[in-house]
């Protein structure tokens, strides 16, 4: 069973930083992708990035670009969002998610469309002064 856990939301200062971990547990995730998705009050969940745990390519919402990295641990169980240089606008409650490649997508393929198949149960972040 696919369980996947976040870490590391709370409060933060504008222009400050923050790390989520995302640990997975259940499956391997060579052949996924993970991504992360948040959803603030009253708007649609939106896909900020993901990253292909078989060849490490990442993608990121504009809005994130320079701002925030997400990475991978070596033994391929955690996934991290790095989030550097905060806005007010990135409060949100944010979720790990992954999907499995298929033969045809690769798992991060509908990242920006949140189409994700497993979900943890997000972590809240939030960005005040």
């Known amino acids: 069973q696919v369980q996947l856990v976040e870490s590391g939301g709370g409060l933060v200062q504008p222009g400050g930083s923050v790390r989520l971990s995302c640990a997975a547990s259940g499956f391997t995730l060579d052949y996924y992708g993970i991504g992360w998705v948040r959803q603030a009050p009253g708007k649609e969940r939106e896909g900020v990035s993901c990253?292909?745990?078989?060849?490490?390519?990442?993608y990121y919402v504009d809005s994130v670009k320079g701002r925030f990295t997400i990475s991978r641990d070596n033994a391929k169980t955690t996934v991290y969002l790095q989030m550097d240089s905060l806005k007010p606008e990135d409060t949100a409650v944010y979720y790990c998610?992954?999907?499995?490649?298929?033969?045809?997508?690769?798992?991060?393929?509908?990242?920006?469309?949140?189409?994700?198949?497993?979900w943890g149960q997000g972590t809240q972040v939030t960005v005040s002064s």
């Open positions: 990253i292909n745990m078989r060849d490490g390519r990442t």
């Open positions: 998610a992954a999907q499995p490649q298929s033969q045809l997508y690769s798992g991060c393929y509908y990242w920006r469309q949140a189409k994700f198949g497993s």
